[in-house]
């Protein structure tokens, strides 16, 4: 067991609403009547779609190929036949659509030839392609994929590996039900978790409102012979964070600036990663189905284990919500969304549907002016000034927001859940957040357009360089042609003319020459240049054209050669 | 339906509950009061209040504002409060309007309303009213005095004339005349035997009003509507300042008890220093706000020309109380032991 | 004599800080105009010419000068002005043009003549192609300045609002109905 236990600052106590759903078993979904499978489900590059409308498709089969480092393969759930690749609603607060592959299933669900890993024989790097063709990605809400963090930070060992199974959230309960049901596969989840990272210690941060599911995970711990620690920790939301249970089971306090944890020497995964990862090492069986509570304005309420890209609404109707429910609120009520539009399909990190109705969600009171009480200050779990954020944030003064860390923000949502004033202060942290990334992209835009406009004027000075030094040279060899024509000539001319044409200034006459011989060398250009796609052309082409061309005459326009005179660049700025 | 953002659970807190509950923090005080001094005190809260939400109704209409869900918050109600406590009882009634309309329309809405004012809003009205009505601010009923409460509410109405009888100052102010008419040939001790004046401890039957003040704000603190700090830090800075010049010459000044049960301090620790609006948000900035503010109250009211300090000390700490702000701002998480 | 004495002393006073004024003013010199490159960098760098200048450089050194307003950018929006007015402590006016969304030009493939006169004009060589070669738009670089409408021959070029994607989404400023929605419709309060 672990020597002592931390406490991270703030932190709320909702009421919990989880035996509503942990008293049954998991059932499992029965096929839906067809599947939207998103292509991009995961923090990283979207896969490339592998087939098309018309394919056929077996269980398993792999439908979209990761694309770089960080991404993920996505699977087909079931056999059945590909409908169509096309734009589809996804499960996002913003109702936009992105590429989904949408299968109608056969019935059959019949497999792909599937089979376990030859642990044995692969390499650490060989296992991470391994988890990636499987699209194994982080099922605890982020959906990272998981072989970017099997890795250590070179110069740093690894310490802690960390299991999160605090499931912080009310409402929740999918990871307390797979911990009681499947513990076995998990701990083995964890062991090639360990084997791949070698920690020092391998620690699993359980709630202590979850009993059944401690004595669980410690009995199949026992049983497997591994040396992991079972660890209840005290039931404070957001003890789930990753941050949070870092601090909480080993004290460290990583920094929101830190992109990895493993910088410290700490990893976390969610435990049912875990077990989406033994069932591909040990099985072979790609991410195609995890486990999703059903809960809220229900009457029966529980966790099922469902299938990625079941439309939202078919998969509700299985807790048989009641008939006032207006909405379903994707994740749970603290850090989840009503989805506006319930066709969506859930996706990896769909870990809960939650019915909403008026009765169980009261509406919420207008929002108040802020009186700087600083219960939200006194909550927030990575100790900000949730209120300062707020007034800098309404005031668009985004610099400041910065630094007062906005960054670090988690959007927990425990500011929002204790201000008297009702203030949805979240939302005016992601709206600066947004705004300051939106930002940054455009002046990061604007930047390069200033570079290319500057390289143009650069550019454009040294043509006209370049120009003026061949012309120059040109005038030189024509001045020594005419000067020597011009004696030649003045041997017979009479001596009257010599003076006339020796005091015209020779690089002047060259000059002139060179112009004169260029712009014969230009309509000698225009005259020969034709358009090239002028063969087989259709009557109606051929109309157009010749209405263009008269036009052109009309306005007087020429198509001028590439290296334009420097007469045309004035006409520019209009 | 509209789509409303998470967290969908919220905890069961409103601006008014938070107003509620200071009113009833400032219960046992008013009763000592009333007991004591007399119910006159009743009549000017029931002034103020009625001034406040009329005052309130009008800037609200006036800058467009819905009325119903900002005169329900309370926050108008706990101000009035705190001006009639800090008034004296029987000041005209035309005084506590004025202090109540200085209060709402210039210290609270024409700086922005609930959320908005700089500076604490009843104690901006002290301060008008104790400069621009300096003679009515100091007629403080002797305590020995029983008025009918009838009598009292004529004087009030201003239906009675303000005889004599009434123009005792405060315990404080007694105390401070006395000894800058004495310059120093009198003893405190000698003082404190004036048993028509003062009580055990402090002013006679103020003393109890004090305690009665700490009780409400001790269970405001048990509440979590206040944090220790501030209430401490002002407690402890008037303590170490009293304790330590009437350590020196304790002819010349009183004990720190006494400075505690006197005026406003007690009031002014838990209910005027605690606004959140006005004053410090961090931990380590309130602590410096109190003790700042109790320092202050103190040199004002001993050194200074008026009877109690208190007012002016609050609001020159919520000059500073931005800058403090920005100066004691925590370390965040995992922020700490470095240069962040 | 006090008064002779007084004056004597002021004109002390104005000579020493004169003199150390000019000291100042010479010894601390900043070479160019920083105030230049810092309303440049606010600018949105879209070289369009909207605003009567060839070019957000020479926009900047005008509003240094203090010659010209600080309303006469529509690509930069009402936040530039808001921006330009923060820096320079002036007042915030309406743009004089209508602020527009945000937009990318594109070439009708079939009626291009290729004839490069777009290209020329684009002030940030945003457009592909050559002499009788089909010209493109490169989208990711168009800044949306619309100088390439103009010169085309044929108008094939046409401006096409960016669409909201995933990608580029954002959430919007929290907006709070003070009533509920059943009980007074209009009292709508943008919090």
Redesign the interface.
């Known amino acids: 067991m672990l020597a002592k236990l931390f406490k ?2 703030g932190g ?1 106590k ?2 919990s609403n989880k035996t509503l759903s942990n008293q049954q078993p998991i059932r499992p979904a029965p096929l839906p009547s067809c599947l939207v499978v998103p292509l ?1 489900q995961h923090i990283g590059g979207t896969p490339r779609p592998l087939v098309q409308a018309g394919d056929p498709v077996l269980k398993g089969q792999k439908i979209g190929e990761a694309d770089g480092w960080i991404s993920a393969a996505v699977h087909a759930p079931t056999s059945g036949t590909v409908v169509e690749v096309a734009m589809h609603v ?1 499960p ?1 607060v ?1 109702g ?1 659509e ?1 590429l989904c592959v949408v299968i109608e299933p056969d019935g059959k669900d019949e497999w792909i030839a599937h089979g376990p890993a030859d642990r044995a024989a692969m390499s650490p790097a060989d296992i991470c392609q391994f988890l990636q063709e499987h699209g194994i990605v982080g099922l605890g809400g982020a959906g990272f994929p998981t072989h970017g963090k099997l890795k250590a930070t070179p110069g740093v060992p690894m310490a802690e590996l960390i299991i999160n199974a605090a499931e912080c959230e ?1 409402y929740i309960t999918c990871d307390d039900l797979l911990m009681r049901e499947r513990a076995d596969d998990v701990v083995r989840g964890i062991a090639v978790f360990r084997d791949m990272l070698q920690p020092t210690q391998v620690i699993i941060g359980v709630e202590d409102n979850k009993p059944e599911a401690i004595a669980a995970m410690q009995k199949a711990v026992e049983a497997q012979g591994e040396a992991f620690a079972v660890v209840p920790v005290p039931t404070l939301y957001p003890a789930g964070g990753a ?1 949070q249970l870092i ?1 909480v089971l080993t004290g460290k ?6 992109r990895s944890t493993a910088d410290m020497g700490v990893q976390v995964f969610n435990v049912g990663t875990a077990y989406a990862a033994w069932r591909a090492i040990g099985h072979g069986e790609p991410l195609i189905s995890r486990i999703v509570t059903l809960t809220g304005n229900v009457r029966g309420a529980g966790n099922v284990e469902a299938l990625i890209g079941t439309p939202m609404d078919e998969l509700l109707q299985l807790a048989e919500p009641n008939p006032d429910t ?2 379903i ?1 994707m ?1 749970g ?6 989805v ?1 539009n319930e066709h969506a399909p859930i996706v990896k990190t769909s870990n809960c549907l ?1 019915a ?1 109705s008026e009765r169980l ?1 009261p ?13 939200c ?2 909550a927030c ?5 949730p ?2 954020l707020y007034w800098h944030a ?1 005031a668009k003064d985004f610099g400041k927001t910065q630094q ?2 906005i960054f ?1 923000c988690i959007e927990c ?1 425990c500011c ?9 202060l ?3 942290f ?2 600066a ?3 300051i ?2 930002r940054e992209k ?1 002046k990061k ?6 570079q ?2 500057e ?2 004027q650069f550019r454009e000075e040294r043509e006209k360089a370049e120009k003026a030094e061949k012309l120059a040279k040109a005038a030189a060899a024509q001045a020594a042609k005419k000067a020597a024509e011009a004696a030649a000539a003045a041997s017979e001319a009479p001596a009257t003319e010599q003076p006339a044409e020796a005091a015209l200034d020779p690089a002047e006459a060259a000059k002139k020459a060179a112009i004169a011989a260029a712009m014969a060398r230009a309509k000698a250009q225009r005259e020969a ?1 034709q ?2 796609n002028t063969d087989e052309l259709t009557p109606e082409q051929a109309r157009e054209m010749a209405e ?1 061309e008269a ?2 005459q009309q ?1 007087g ?1 020429v ?4 290296d ?1 005179q420097p007469a ?2 004035e ?4 | ?11 069961d ?3 008014s ?2 107003m509620t509950m200071v009113c009833l923090a400032l219960i046992p005080g008013i009763t000592a009061y009333a007991w004591l001094v007399g119910p006159a005190i009743l009549v000017q809260l029931v002034i103020a209040s009625f001034t406040a939400i009329a005052a309130e109704a009008v800037m609200l209409k006036l800058r467009g504002k819905p009325l119903a ?2 005169l329900s ?1 309370g ?1 108008a109600i706990v101000t009035a409060w705190l001006i009639a406590l800090t008034f004296p009882p029987l000041a005209p009634w035309w005084l506590v309007v004025t202090g109540t309309l200085f209060a709402i329309v210039i210290a609270k809405h024409l700086y922005g ?4 004012n700089p500076f604490n809003p009843a104690m901006v009205a002290f301060a008008a009213c104790i400069v621009s009505f300096p003679a009515l601010m100091s007629q403080w009923p002797s305590v020995g005095l029983q008025m009918p409460f009838l009598d009292q509410l004529n004087v009030i109405l201003g239906l009675a004339p303000r005889v004599d009888a009434l123009s005792g100052a405060t315990p404080l102010d007694a105390m401070k005349t006395a000894l800058k008419l004495a310059e120093g040939q009198v003893d405190i001790a000698h003082l404190l035997a004036n048993q028509d004046i003062y009580g055990n401890f402090a002013g006679r039957g103020w003393e109890w009003v004090a305690i009665g003040y700490l009780l409400g704000g001790l269970w405001l603190w048990q509440r979590k509507l206040i ?1 220790w700090h501030a209430p401490l830090a002002f407690i402890g800075g008037m303590v170490l300042i009293s304790g330590a010049l009437w350590l020196y010459q304790p002819a010349s000044f009183a004990n720190p008890l006494f400075h505690l049960l006197s005026g406003g301090t007690l009031l002014g620790a838990f209910f005027i220093i605690t606004d ?2 006005s004053g410090c ?2 931990p380590r900035g309130k602590l410096i706000f109190g003790f700042c503010a109790g320092l202050l109250a103190y040199i004002i009211r001993v050194f200074g020309g008026f009877p109690d300090g208190v007012a002016f000390a609050v609001l020159l700490m919520n000059l500073s109380a931005p800058l403090i702000d920005q100066l004691t ?8 032991g ?1 240069q962040s | 004599m006090d008064i002779l004495l007084a004056i004597a002393i002021m004109a002390l006073g104005a000579v020493v800080l004169g003199a150390a004024l000019g000291f100042a003013s010479i010894k601390f010199k900043v070479e160019g105009d920083p105030l230049v490159e810092k309303i440049d960098a606010i ?5 369009c ?1 909207q605003c009567g200048f ?3 450089k020479p926009y900047a050194e005008a509003i240094a000068k203090g010659e010209v307003d600080i309303n006469l950018c529509p690509p930069g929006g009402m936040e530039g002005v808001q921006r330009l007015a923060d820096l320079l402590g002036r007042e915030v006016k309406p743009l004089e043009a209508e602020e527009k969304p945000k937009q990318v030009a594109r070439i009708d493939e079939n009626t291009c ?4 006169l777009c290209i ?2 684009c ?4 457009i592909v192609g ?3 070669q089909m010209h493109t738009i490169i989208a990711l ?1 168009c ?1 949306g300045c619309e ?1 390439c409408l ?2 085309c ?2 108008e094939c070029i046409h401006m096409e609002v960016i669409p ?3 990608e ?7 907006v ?5 929605v059943a009980a007074r419709p209009s009292a709508k309060e943008a ?1």
């Open positions: 991270f600052y709320v909702p009421p991009h996804r996002h913003s936009l992105s009310p941050k601090r306090e990583v920094p929101g600036a830190m207006d909405g609120i994740g009520p603290m850090m989840g969304f009503l506006p939650i909403h969600f509406p919420k009171a207008p929002e108040m002016p802020c009186i700087r009480c600083g219960a200050a006194r779990p990575h100790e900000l000034q209120f300062e309404r007062y860390h670090d949502g929002s859940f204790v201000c008297p004033s009702r203030i949805p979240v939302q005016y992601r709206f957040k947004s705004e990334w939106a455009e835009a604007a930047d390069e357009a200033k290319r406009f390289f143009k240049a358009p090239k263009i036009r052109r306005a326009i198509p001028e050669p590439a334009a045309t660049t006409t520019k700025p209009e | 339906m509209m789509f409303a953002p998470a967290p969908y659970l919220l905890k807190a409103s601006v509950r938070v869900m900002f918050d926050s309303g609930l959320g908005q944090t959140p609006v948000t961090t701002q925590p370390r965040i998480f995992g922020m700490k470095k | 600018l949105p760098q879209t070289q010419g060839p070019g957000c003549i290729g004839c490069t020329q004009a002030p940030v060589d945003a050559a002499a009788k670089q800044t100088l103009p010169p021959p044929v909201e994607t995933l580029n989404w954002k959430w919007k400023y929290p709070v109905a003070i009533q509920p919090a």
